[in-house]
């Protein structure tokens, strides 16, 4: 039996290093590729343009950040070419622009988003310096958080002359009409104390850039989900468009009765009327497209609606703009290149100032 101890013993000690050896090595290299990878997120991390902070009544907003070419004001927007001041100047002609990623302008500097191309579209016009346009864009938005952030702005006493709404991608990403961390705030207030942990312990796994890239992977071998997200859904769809057109109709209402234009824009999208082919980002594989790949059938009902029913006159409908393009007009997945940005700020400008939107004051 004491022979049996010792040789037990010494058989310990004789692996003992071994493991060691093995089991740090793994954790050093498990660490060493999380580094790699997060330093080089731009190919599978989430850009630093869709860091998030809690924000009351729209659930979330982008966290204040000032860095080259991307600064994040804490009040709430981004800033742009020659911006103007904060709070706005009553002696000026001032618009708000609302929307999600592709208005914040994610993937371009600051002076390359719409709004800023819309500024210098609109000063140039006026020849004036008398416009000034605040980005609102939001990574993640949609109508209905946009009409909340919009009524915030009113009854904090920030009233603009014009507000413009430019949506259409995010209203079929969020096809339930849910905010992006709906899930996560009912499974939190459901049994806040006990899920605490727990969801501190997810986010930190799930947050883990090896993570990521094997979520991807994974996305991969599972195959083409995407065609199977668009078909048959038809009615979904057009609840979607309801919806939004309800959105749309209150924004007008709350403008009205605060003496605010109101101007909504259907923007263009990758996935309808635009040839793939110009596509700099695109592989082939619509999955890559994720959720976003509902807009392509999304679009096609509402172009069906508008033939049917009048939107309004103070409707800008861009949805096809790129039919007929042979260029790429796409940084990423979604999100525009500084011309594309250029060329919809001037459809905009165009718009506005020929419907008598902007800019009398």
Wanted: aromatic share 16%; net charge neutral; charged share 25%.
């Amino acid at each position: 039996m004491v022979e049996e101890k010792k040789e037990n013993k010494l058989l310990f000690w004789r692996f003992y290093p071994s493991f060691c050896i093995v089991f740090f090595n793994t954790v050093a290299v498990f660490i060493l590729i999380n580094i790699l990878i997060f330093f080089g997120r731009s190919v599978f991390y989430e850009p630093r343009d869709f860091v998030h902070i809690y924000e009351p009544f729209t659930q979330f907003a982008q966290k204040p950040e000032q860095r080259d070419g991307f600064n994040i004001t804490r009040e709430g927007y981004r800033k742009i070419k020659d911006q103007g001041p904060w709070p706005p100047n009553t002696d000026r002609y001032n618009v708000f622009v609302f929307g999600g990623s592709t208005t914040l302008g994610v993937g371009v500097r600051d002076d390359q988003a719409i709004p800023s191309y819309l500024q210098e579209y609109l000063r140039g016009k006026l020849t004036s310096s008398e416009v000034n346009v605040y980005n609102f864009g939001r990574t993640s938005y949609f109508s209905a958080q946009e009409t909340i952030l919009f009524v915030r702005l009113l009854t904090q006493g920030k009233i603009p002359n014009l507000a413009i709404f430019v949506d259409g991608l995010n209203e079929f990403f969020y096809e339930t009409g849910e905010p992006k961390y709906t899930n996560l705030f009912r499974k939190f207030m459901s049994n806040p104390y006990e899920t605490r942990l727990g969801n501190s312990l997810q986010s930190f796994l799930q947050d883990l850039p090896v993570t990521r890239v094997l979520d991807k992977v994974a996305k991969k071998i599972i195959g083409d989900r995407a065609a199977r997200i668009e078909e048959g859904d038809v009615e979904a769809k057009t609840a979607v468009i309801k919806r939004y057109l309800e959105n749309k109709r209150i924004i007008e209402a709350i403008g009205n009765g605060y003496g605010v234009d109101v101007l909504f824009v259907w923007q263009p999208v990758p996935t309808y009327k635009y040839d793939l082919r110009y596509h700099a980002h695109y592989d082939g594989n619509r999955d890559a497209f994720e959720q976003h790949v509902r807009s392509g059938l999304g679009y096609r009902v509402f172009a069906d609606i508008r033939e049917r029913q009048a939107v309004g006159g103070n409707f800008l409908w861009l949805g096809d703009i790129q039919e007929n393009s042979t260029e790429n007009l796409y940084v990423d997945r979604v999100h525009y290149t500084s011309l594309f940005s250029r060329k919809i700020a001037n459809l905009i400008g165009r718009f506005a100032h020929s419907n008598s939107l902007c800019c009398e004051h």
